[in-house]
């Protein structure tokens, strides 16, 4: 479904992505894990289009889409749920998600992809009138989520989408992104806690300083002893 080819980025002059490559298979729950700052967000925001890439390429589904815009990028089924989640915090839960379906002009559709976010996360259909920033921080993530699941994507990219909650939060939006993975969409999955992403997904890639220095099952990674100290607390 992705190609990632030798791509290569830079912020200003300093370059954050060193010719990395990666592929997802239709179907696939694939993580992406690495310390902070080791260029994970950067692939994220760069498949998505907000990011330009100087080397390198993107092949979805078989079409080039490294020039392509954000909003071409998302009409053709990949949808970007970001770091910190980026609710409209203003709106309602409903607004929000209204809006995450500008690209899709079909209301039976918009109205079964909004059912279907309502069913994953029952909470949101509770409190659709209320105003999306007073949610607690799951509960904002969930919204993201369901917020993206409105563009009825085929690849989901998600975005350190445990940061700053709880443990039994985390656990949710996890059997959540399982569930979500389980019905069919296809996920790559950025995330700095790597036992959670190496638990839920079938395969994985580290990224460490712009470069991939290891993929893999990720049960085979779990078990190697330098992705244990390095990430997991391991001995």
Do not use: C, W
């Not at 999306?132 to 921080?137: D, E």
């Not at 190697?224 to 997991?232: G, H, N, S, V």
Request: charge should be negative; avoid cysteine; glycine fraction near 10%.
């Amino acid at each position: 479904m992705l190609q990632i080819k030798d791509l290569s980025v830079k912020y200003d002059n300093i370059q954050v992505l060193h010719g990395i490559s990666m592929d997802i298979q239709d179907g696939e729950l694939v993580a992406l894990i690495g310390a902070n700052g080791a260029g994970k967000t950067t692939a994220l925001t760069t498949i998505s289009g907000v990011k330009r890439s100087f080397g390198g390429e993107i092949v979805y589904n078989g079409k080039n889409i490294t020039k392509a815009s954000t909003d071409e990028i998302v009409r053709l089924g990949v949808v970007q749920v970001p770091e910190g989640r980026q609710i409209f915090s203003k709106m309602t839960i409903e607004e929000n998600l209204i809006l995450g379906a500008y690209t899709e002009s079909d209301s039976a559709r918009q109205k079964a992809n909004m059912e279907r976010g309502f069913e994953m996360f029952p909470i949101l259909r509770e409190r659709k009138k209320q105003l999306a920033g007073t949610l607690s921080g799951g509960e904002q993530q969930m919204l993201a989520i369901a917020r993206a699941l409105m563009s009825n994507p085929k690849l989901l990219l998600l975005d350190e989408p445990s940061m700053g909650l709880s443990p039994l939060m985390t656990e949710q939006v996890f059997d959540a992104i399982v569930t979500l993975n389980e019905s069919g969409t296809t996920i790559l999955l950025v995330e700095q806690n790597a036992f959670d992403a190496l638990e839920i997904s079938g395969r994985a890639y580290v990224m460490e300083n712009g470069v991939i220095t290891r993929e893999g099952k990720s049960s085979d990674l779990m078990e190697d002893p330098a992705i244990k100290r390095a990430y997991l607390g391991g001995d």
